[in-house]
């Protein structure tokens, strides 16, 4: 079975023009929880509530997975 990564990203990288603020992942969330109707195991990761996006990415080194869904609003123009 495939390894499956899903994160909420918040915008603290350096490349963004604004200061984050919390989006609750309404897509990512009715995906997963389609995941876990078919049985398909997953881990969450989530920037908000678990530290930046840096500490992310070494999570990320750290582990292995097959499929990474990453959330995020872009729509804001919070990237440049």
Do not use: W
């Amino acid at each position: 079975m495939k390894r499956i990564l899903a994160c909420n990203l918040k915008f603290d990288l350096p490349k963004c023009r604004v200061n984050s603020v919390f989006h609750l992942p309404y897509g990512l969330a009715i995906i997963l929880e389609l995941l876990d109707k078919q049985g398909v195991k997953y881990d969450f990761y989530d920037t908000y509530l678990t530290g930046t996006s840096k500490l992310f990415l070494e999570y990320y080194k750290k582990n292995t997975q097959d499929v990474l869904l990453f959330s995020g609003i872009i729509g804001n123009y919070a990237y440049d």
